[in-house]
């Protein structure tokens, strides 16, 4: 499993790399939307990344709900929690 | 002028009617398609003559000078233009739809009231820029500039394919206004630091002008802001929906010219001593060019009648641009084939057809693009597939199929949860399926309504089902397609570092 930080760290990298700007500019308070020009698909974009990248399962329909980077965070979290010990792999 | 001095928001049937028929007449004498390709530009004559028609002000406000008129109506006077020449029609289409709706829909009152008597007037045309060579279908990258400074907006950059740019009277530019931040502003033709490139050489509508246009600091009045300093993307985007569904308008006046041509052909051309129209396998060629014009003239109708009842027009006028501009390239394809040499031969015309059609596959937005965007929209939104709604003999057709498409949809939620969007194989299957899907369930609905031809309906019901099961059939084998055409994209120019879907960081989509 991945500690927290990390995932947040990596989170944030990859949310400035599909965005090409500077991950310090990436708060746990920045929306997806509004700061940073997001749109539902764009964030379903970054779980998309991320669900390849760590190899997890995140399912579309709670994923709508997201609205801050922290948010994101939390539901990737989540779907880690559930699924440790089964297929997900850091 | 065309349309009587009204505010409602579109003509009834018998006043469209007498408003294409006098585009007709007037298209008739004086729009000649191959004489204006060659000229390379549309002639002075042929914009006065719409200026008098009032084309130009269909769908402008009355109380600017326009005919009130709405998009629909636009759509039917672009539909009889393209008949007879796609440079016209773009002209007119462009300025009807992405050249003023900003300004319509978002310019503060003083702003309006100083633009819209000339564009409906025609004294002025519009044009819009937000493609910049770096910026294409990803419009985020773009980088023109729009600063405020005081009471004035500061434009730099450049915007590149600009129709209607070389003699435009003002431009609706998007521009970057922070690190995420867009806006819409409105740049007077003549302001000091625009600059015209050339014209552009291009494959079809060669007499439509397509210039680059560049700004070093250019000064407007803040009051030129269109709508919000920020939301500028979102903004264009719902100006979008009206230019998708005029140009699909376009589309449908150039399939209907392709199609009577076609007719006239294979009716009096002989072979093997029988006209080629006698012949099963041309007859079955040509109706279903007819058939694939109903379906399109459908699915536009449909755009236009979601615009002017200001119901939710994104996903329709995606599908009616896909479509029209999809099947106009097949039925120009067709057309030139069942001409043979003479559908190469240039005078003939149907050559110039085939050419005019085959950019709508590509401006305000790649049909590619669009596809994943529709795609991606079925599998977030959990809509069901639109259902026909009206009695008809087709609608169990064809909510058997939209029930097939939403069993699809689900089955990849769960399987792939939110990593389907990187699925670009998968997406484009279903995206093809929605949108053959939703042409039948249009043409259904159009099946009874007052002009309509039952067994057009009826060919048109029937192959777009039968596409949109083969569409669902090919996802199935689809992720090891995708896996092997990988193989082959690295072999030939080595492949790109990560399967992202880069075309979804947009924010055009309202919750
Ligand atoms: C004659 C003409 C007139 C035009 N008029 C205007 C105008 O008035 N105003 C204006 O602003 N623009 C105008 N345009 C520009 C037009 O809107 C763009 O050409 C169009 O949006 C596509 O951008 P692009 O050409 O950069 O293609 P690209 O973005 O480079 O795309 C090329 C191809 O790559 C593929 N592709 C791209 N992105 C993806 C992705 N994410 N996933 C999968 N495949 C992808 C698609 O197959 C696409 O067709 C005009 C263009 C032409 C040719």
Not at chain 2, 281 to 307: D, K, N, P, S, Y
Not at chain 2, 384 to 396: C, I, K, L
Not at chain 2, 436 to 458: K, N, Q, Y
Not at chain 2, 461 to 486: K, Y
Request: net charge negative.
């Amino acid at each position: 499993m991945l500690a927290e930080n990390d995932l947040r760290s990596r989170m944030q990298k990859l949310v400035a790399e599909i965005l090409e700007i500077d991950a310090g500019t990436v708060s746990a308070t920045s929306r997806l939307r509004e700061d940073l020009g997001m749109d539902s698909l764009g964030s379903l974009e970054l779980l998309s990344s991320i669900s390849e990248e760590l190899n997890i399962h995140l399912d579309i329909d709670d994923a709508m709900g997201i609205v801050t980077f922290a948010d994101a965070c939390s539901f990737v979290e989540d779907a880690m929690h559930r699924q440790s010990g089964g297929d997900a792999r850091a | 002028m065309l349309a009587p001095d009204t505010s409602t928001a579109g003509a009834s049937a018998a006043e469209r009617e007498l408003l294409v028929a006098e585009v007709r007449r007037f298209a008739g004498r004086h729009v000649d398609g191959n004489a204006i390709e060659r000229a390379g530009r549309v002639p002075d004559e042929v914009v006065a003559g719409l200026r008098d028609l009032g084309a130009f002000g269909i769908a402008l406000p009355a109380e600017h000078g326009g005919s009130g008129l709405g998009v629909g109506d636009a759509c039917a006077v672009v539909e009889e233009l393209a008949r007879w020449d796609r440079s016209v029609a773009t002209m007119v289409g462009l300025h009807s739809g992405l050249g003023t709706r900003g300004i319509v829909s978002l310019a503060r009152p003083d702003v309006a009231a100083a633009w819209l008597p000339r564009l409906a007037s025609g004294e002025c045309i519009g044009a819009f820029a937000a493609t910049e060579a770096c910026a294409g279908s990803d419009l985020m990258a773009m980088r023109t500039t729009a600063r405020f400074e005081g009471d004035e907006i500061v434009l730099d950059g450049e915007k590149s394919y600009v129709t209607n740019g070389r003699f435009a009277g003002c431009y609706t530019v998007v521009a970057r206004t922070g690190a995420r931040g867009h806006a819409l502003v409105l740049v007077p033709r003549g302001t000091p630091g625009v600059a015209i490139g050339p014209e552009e050489h291009k494959l079809g509508i060669r007499a439509s002008s397509t210039v680059t246009l560049s700004f070093t600091n250019v000064r407007v009045p803040a009051s030129h802001l269109l709508g919000s300093a920020e939301g500028g993307l979102d903004e264009a985007y719902a100006v979008l929906s009206w230019g998708r569904t005029v140009l699909a308008s376009g589309c449908v006046g150039t399939m209907q010219a392709a199609l009577d041509a076609t007719a006239q052909h294979v009716a009096t051309r002989r072979q093997f001593r029988r006209t080629l129209g006698e012949f099963p396998a041309v007859r079955t060629r040509v109706a279903g060019m007819a058939a694939m014009l109903f379906a399109a003239r459908a699915v536009t109708r449909e755009a236009a009648e979601a615009i002017d009842r200001g119901a939710p027009s994104d996903h329709p006028s995606m599908v009616a641009k896909i479509f029209a501009s999809d099947r106009t390239f097949e039925v120009c394809d067709a057309a030139v084939q069942l001409h043979g040499a003479l559908g190469v031969l240039e005078d003939v015309g149907v050559a110039r057809l085939l050419r005019d059609c085959r950019v709508t596959r590509i401006f305000e937005g790649a049909n590619d693009v669009l596809l994943l965007r529709i795609a991606a929209a079925r599998l977030t939104k959990r809509e069901a597939a639109p259902r026909v709604g009206t009695a008809s003999s087709h609608a169990d057709g064809c909510d058997a199929v939209g029930a097939l498409l939403d069993a699809a949809a689900d089955v990849l939620r769960t399987r792939y949860g939110a990593a389907v969007v990187a699925k670009q194989g998968v997406l484009l299957h279903l995206g093809r399926a929605e949108v053959a899907h939703a042409a039948a369930v249009a043409s259904a609905r159009a099946a009874g309504t007052r002009d309509s031809d039952a067994d057009l309906a009826d060919l048109a019901v029937r192959r777009l089902l039968g596409e949109a099961r083969a569409e669902l059939d090919a996802l199935a084998g689809c992720i090891d397609v995708d896996r092997i055409s990988a193989r082959v994209a690295e072999r030939l120019y080595g492949a790109p570092p990560k399967d992202r879907p880069q075309a979804f960081a947009r924010p055009e989509e309202r919750p």
